[in-house]
């Protein structure tokens, strides 16, 4: 139940990220949003628990995912400009 509510957390995270930052080299479709989510969620946690703000083993929220994947929508933006 835990990579489903993952995925679950990531989708919705992936989405408002989506909605937030502006632009037109943003990824389309249900899987790169779902991803974007996941790697976002997965960046929150690990700088959360770098800073101290999570414990070990513990993980981010749906705000810290959909703050890592505006995050990881960025740091996209920028390298597909580069391309």
Do not use: C, H
């Amino acid at each position: 139940m835990g990579i489903i509510w993952t995925i679950l957390i990531g989708f919705i995270a992936g989405v408002i990220a989506k909605f937030i930052t502006p632009g037109d080299n943003e990824p389309s479709g249900f899987i790169l949003t779902t991803l974007l989510g996941v790697i976002g969620a997965f960046v929150a946690t690990y700088l959360g628990q770098s800073l101290g703000w999570y414990m070990p083993g513990q993980g981010a929220g749906l705000i810290g995912a959909a703050v890592g994947a505006i995050i990881v929508l960025v740091v996209w933006g920028m390298l597909r400009k580069r391309a």
